[in-house]
Nanobody, 118 residues
């Protein structure tokens, strides 16, 4: 069982930065790939970034070069550093843990709101 708690969301002006954190419980954290997703009002949830247990990363084209995902396995925490924020980045951001065997995102956090004002 893995429980995820996001934090760090808020209101920021366009061009600004935010750092999201996702604290995970559970001894198997290091074996999970971790992802960040977001959902804007009236839109479907979309992939933002992913980091595998070994540290490899992958990003959606819309955030590539602006967002950085990282993880601190000693602290069971995943981060999403967001720079050069745009109004279209406004959404609820969720972190999720991908089951290493089933390759599905098995656990989800409750989400944290990010609002970018133009």
């Amino acid at each position: 069982q893995v429980q995820l708690v996001e934090s760090g969301g808020g209101l920021v002006q366009a061009g600004g930065s935010l750092r999201l954190s996702c604290a995970a419980s559970g001894r198997t954290f290091t074996t999970y790939a971790m992802g960040w997703f977001r959902q804007a009002p009236g839109a479907e949830r979309e992939f933002v970034a992913k980091i595998w247990s070994g540290g490899s990363t992958n990003y959606a084209d819309s955030v590539k070069g602006r967002f950085t995902i990282s993880r601190d396995n000693a602290k069971n925490t995943v981060f999403l550093e967001m720079n050069s924020l745009k109004s279209e980045d406004t959404a609820v951001y969720y972190c999720a843990a991908q089951n290493p065997v089933a390759a599905i995102y098995e656990y989800w956090g409750q989400g944290t709101q990010v609002t970018v004002s133009s």
